[in-house]
Nanobody, 120 residues
Framework: QVQLVESGGGLVQPGGSLRLSCAASIATFSSYAMSWYRQAPGKERELVARISSAGGSTNYAESVKGRFTISRDNANHTVYLQMNNLKSEDTGVYYC?????????????WGQGTQVTVSS
């Protein structure tokens, strides 16, 4: 059974940093694009950052460019989100997502989420 388990969330002051991790129990992890989404209270879930299966391509939401960095370790089936210079508007539940589109179909998995709260 596929599982994505996020960790690293917590309470941090504005300007601080956090590093989120997502451990994936996917045998073919290196064939999946990995993403981080977040959902703030009363808002829709939004894409924060995405990294290609081999890690050579990344995309970021405009609001986090220059502050967040997504990376992956295919040997250890883990994806990371380094978040620097955090702002109150970064508060929300952060979800890990794995996506693969192949001839056999679309395969997508979500983690349970980890809470990030930016507050003084």
């Amino acid at each position: 059974q596929v599982q994505l388990v996020e960790s690293g969330g917590g309470l941090v002051q504005p300007g601080g940093s956090l590093r989120l991790s997502c451990a994936a129990s996917i045998a073919t992890f290196s064939s999946y694009a990995m993403s981080w989404y977040r959902q703030a209270p009363g808002k829709e879930r939004e894409l924060v950052a995405r990294i290609s299966s081999a890690g050579g391509s990344t995309n970021y939401a405009e609001s986090v460019k220059g502050r967040f960095t997504i990376s992956r370790d295919n040997a250890n089936h883990t994806v990371y989100l380094q978040m620097n210079n955090l702002k109150s508007e970064d508060t929300g539940v952060y979800y890990c997502n794995a996506l693969k589109t192949a001839w056999a179909g679309r395969f997508e998995y979500w983690g349970q989420g980890t809470q990030v709260t930016v507050s003084s």
